[in-house]
C-alpha cells in the first residue's frame, strides 16, 4: 500500500508539471489557432510541450505502477493532488501570489474530487453493448461537447478556458469509454480489435481530445482549465458506465450524501477560482517570456 500511495503522489506531480509546460506552450501561441489543427502542428515542434508530453507519460507510468500494488479507488483520489501542485506552480511562474480565494478554491476542487471519487466507487459492468446504446452515447457526448464550445464564444476571460476544458472533459471522458471496449476487444485477439469501429473511434476522440485541451490551455491559465478537464472526465466516464456498461456506484446514506458534498465542492471551487481576480490577471500573463526563453522550436 505504500508503493501505491507514493507512485500516485508521484503521478499527480508528473501531471501537474506536464499540465503547467503544456499551457505555457499552448499559451503562447496566437488566439486565432485555437480548435484548429495548426495549433497542434506548431506545438508538436516545442520543445517545451514536448517536454510536457513527456512527463505525462511518465506520469502514466507512476499510475500503473500504483494500480498494480493498490484499488483504484485509492490511487485515483490521490492522483487528483495535480491541481494542488499544478494551480501554486503556475502563479508562483508568473510571479503572482494566491491569496485565500485561489487556495480555497484548488483544495475544494482536488478534495471534492477525491472525496466523491472514493465514496461512489464505481466497479463491476462490462463494455460491450448495442449500436443503439453506443448511438445514444456519442450523440450525448457530441451533444455536451457542441453546448459547451458555443458557450465559450460567448464568453470571455477564464471562462471562455473552462467551457472549452468542459469540452474537452468530455470527449477524454468518452475516450475512457471507448479504451475499455478496444481493451475487451483485445482480449479476443488483435484482429477482433482491428475490426471494430470503437477502435478508430478511440483514436479520433484522443486526437480530438488533445486538440480541446491545448486549445483550454491556450485560451487561459491552468487554474481555469485544468480543474474542469479533471472534474468533467470521470463524471462522464462513469456517467456513461452506469447507463450502458452496467456498471455500480456505492449508494445509501452516508455515502450519497458525501459523494453529492464532493460534487458540490468541486463545483464551487471552479467558480471560485473562474472569478479570481488573480486567475483573471494569470489569465492576461498566459504565454510569457518563460516559453520564449525555454528553447521553442
Known sequence: MPVAVLASLAAGACFAVAGLLQQWAAGARPDDEALKPRLLRHLVRDRLWLSGIGLAVLAYGFQSLALAFGPLSLVQ????????????????????????????????VAAGLALALASARPHGGRPETGLMSWLLILGSTAALVCVALTAGRLLLGPWRASATALAAGAVMGMQSVLLAATVERLRHGLGSALSAWQTYALVAASLGGLLLIQSAFQQGPLAASLPVIDATEPVVAVTVGMTVFGETIRTGWPVSAATVTGLALVAAGIVSLDSSPVVAALHGRRGGAFVRGAGRR
Do not use: K
Open 77 to 108: 483520489p490521490l492522483i487528483v493532488a495535480e491541481l494542488v501542485f499544478a494551480v501554486p506552480l503556475s502563479a508562483r511562474l508568473h510571479r503572482l501570489r494566491l491569496g485565500r480565494r485561489e487556495w480555497s478554491g484548488t483544495f475544494a
